[in-house]
Structure formats: C-alpha cells, structure tokens
C-alpha cells in the first residue's frame, strides 16, 4: 500500500525529548515511524511472545539493549504499562529517546502521569486529514468511507467497507475486551450504534441508557471509554462569565474520530446527500479536520467549543469565544441558515463569522462569510482561519 507523507514529523519532535504517539488503531503511527525513523530497536507487544517476554521479566528491556543504542521504539506501550518504569530510567540514566505507541492513555493516566506530563511529549496521530491527502481527497468518500489509512487507500468501495467492518470488530475485541476497560462486552456492544446514532447532538444519558438496557452512570463510563480509546471526543458548551442573561446549555455533545467508522457502527453503507444524516457526517468531517489541525499546530483543543442558547439558537462550533462557525451541507445558504451566528453575535463580539457549506464560490452575507469546504480546508491548513 502507497505511503502519503503525514504532516507530524517525528525526528523533529525527538530532539526535544522522547515521544508518546497517541492515536486510534489503523491511524497509521507504525507506518509513520518506519517512513521517518531509524530506530536502533523496536519492541511490538502486539506479538504475543514479545509481550509475554516483558510481562514476565520487564527488567529484559534494559538489559538486552546495547550502549550504542539511543533511540528505541515500543508499540502499543498501553498493554504493558509496568515497562514505563524501565522507560522513565532509560531516560534519566542514559538519555535514551523512547517513541512510545498507542491506541489508549487510559491505563498510562493513572500510573505514569509524571512521565507523559514531563519526560515524553505527548502527540497525536488523526487519520489522514485534507491536507495530507490534497489532490487524492473526495468530500463523498470521506463522508462514506471515513480517512483511516488502510480504508481510503482501498481500491474499491467494497474493500473499504470490508475494513469498516473488520475495524469495528476489531475494536471491540482488541481495544475493550482485551484490555478489560468494561465489564460487559454485550452491554458494550448494544451501546455503540447507540452512541453513533447519537454523534453531534447533546448528550442523553437516561435515552442511550434505554437503549442499550445499562443504567445511566454506565452510559457515562462508557463514554469515558471511547474517549479514553480515541474513538471520540466530547465537545463542551460555551460559557459566558457572570451573566445570567446570557445563559448557555450545559450539556456537552461527542463526535466519533471518523466517519466511516460512524457509518460501520450503524450498518450504513450509503447516505442520501439531501438527509439529515449527510448534514451530520459533514459536520463530523468538518470536527475532526478541525481538532486534527489544532492537535498538529499543538494548540489547546479546550478552546474549541459549541453555543447554544435555552431558545435552541445554536453555532456548531466556536473557538476562543470569538471565531464562530456554522456548518450547513447545503448548496445553498439563505438567512435563515445565519440565526445562531446572529444570536450569538449580539451576545458578544465575534471576530469572523463563518458558515462552511457546500457552495462553490466564497461570498458574504451581511456579515458572515459563506464559505464553501474547498475554501475552508485551504485557509485552515494555511493558518488563516483561526
């Protein structure tokens, strides 16, 4: 399979310090690192008897590593997180360069906080995002099929939904069952199309609850999970400062990582470009570019947030209280498209006011800006939206 070249560029990264690569399965983060690093060893505990090796007598990292040896790659660090205690004394000892991989901090966050805050710079790999695809993008197959690597880059549409599919099942089993994160795999396995049928709309606890036949507080767990895992982030509300007047909603909303892997969840293989469901894969699309550009730029993905008021007047997303943008699948944009961005401008003063659609041709309205997706991606990537 083709390499396209990624926009983190890990050898840079490692003169500063050592690296952990965060980031869903199949993103690519193997790929990566053997396109832009020559490592002196590597270590893979997804093979079994490289795993069972360290499990049993971690200590053997040390010691089968020679004095020439500077730069060291472990994958999947997250199955065997008791190795990052020989980790953090590598580094302190002998100034060794670690690049961790993986696919989950859940287990790393509660035993090794000290090292990924200090010692490791924590990156992000996101799957293929417009600029790294340029000319090779289709708005239509991302929306379909999603940009994880192995996905896109397949042949025909039949492949690719034959890797959905697989990644789904791999997900479940790999990522929850294998790492124990929950209890009960089939409550688990009710709750994801659940939560997909919910991506980009407030969060219901008591409804995906019903669904999933859990209680409520598991429901909150196991979005905590998928967040944990990185196959979604929760997006707060905004929140004016000592104003009563202008009270927001206070419930957050979450968006899967990729929308192919959205549409494996619920067994949808096409969506009509005139639904309510191609409106909510744009707007995903339209996320995940966004909290990718921020995680690669290494801004603070906290400051993206979305408004909405008590009356239902909402803005998709905001960043840093002041660049608000509306997104809206339409080929068409009218007024009445503009009414979150209004309200919300006569709450506090917006610096730019964006509605990205499907358009040809940028134009303003008033004076919000019409901005077609081509045109959105461009001055994203080029630094000049935000």
Not at 115 to 126: E, I, K, Q, S, V
Not at 151 to 162: F, P, S
Not at 200 to 217: H, I, K, M, T
Not at 225 to 239: A, H, I, K, Q
Request: glycine share 4%; with cysteine; proline share 3%.
């Amino acid at each position: 399979m083709q390499f396209i070249k990624r926009i983190i560029l890990i050898n840079r990264e490692l003169k500063r310090k050592s690296i952990l690569l965060l980031g869903p399965r199949r993103t690519g983060k193997s790929a990566l690192l053997r396109h832009q690093l020559k490592a002196d060893r590597s270590f893979d505990l997804l093979r079994s008897e490289t795993f069972q090796t360290l499990a049993f007598r971690p200590s053997l990292l040390r010691e089968q590593l020679k004095d020439s040896d500077r730069v060291i790659v472990i994958d999947e660090i997250q199955k065997l997180p008791i190795l990052m205690d020989e980790v953090h004394a590598l580094i302190e000892e002998r100034d060794i360069r670690f690049v961790l991989t993986g696919s989950s901090a859940r287990k790393l966050r509660r035993t090794h906080t000290s090292l990924m805050a200090g010692r490791a710079r924590r990156l992000y790999l996101h799957p293929f995002c417009h600029a790294e695809l340029s000319t090779r993008f289709s708005l239509l197959r991302a929306l379909r099929f999603g940009t994880l690597p192995p996905v896109y880059l397949q042949g025909t549409d039949e492949d690719a939904w034959r890797e959905l599919r697989d990644y789904s099942g791999d997900y479940l089993r790999e990522e929850i069952l294998a790492e124990a994160l929950v209890r009960k795999i089939d409550a688990f396995s009710r709750f994801l199309p659940s939560a997909a049928r919910m991506n980009g709309e407030l969060l219901n606890f008591e409804a995906a609850a019903s669904d999933s036949q859990v209680p409520a507080r598991t429901i909150r767990e196991y979005y905590a999970v998928l967040e944990d895992t990185l196959v979604g982030r929760s997006l707060e509300p905004y929140r004016f400062k000592g104003s009563k007047s202008r009270k927001a909603i206070a419930t957050s909303k979450f968006y899967f990582f990729d929308c192919g892997v959205l549409n494996a969840l619920l067994g949808r293989r096409s969506v009509s470009e005139d639904s309510p469901e191609f409106g909510n894969l744009f707007e995903t699309w339209v996320m995940n570019e966004l909290s990718t550009f921020l995680h690669y730029r290494g801004e603070d993905l906290s400051e993206l947030k979305f408004w909405r008021s008590p009356t239902g007047d909402e803005v998709d997303f905001l960043f840093r209280g002041e660049v608000a943008i509306e997104v809206k699948a339409t080929r068409h944009v009218t007024e009445r498209h503009l009414r979150g961005l209004l309200a919300l401008d006569s709450l506090c003063r917006l610096r730019r006011k964006i509605v990205i659609c499907r358009e040809a041709v940028p134009r303003k309205l008033g004076a919000v800006e019409v901005m077609p997706w081509e045109e959105f991606v461009r001055a994203l990537w080029a630094g000049d939206l935000l």
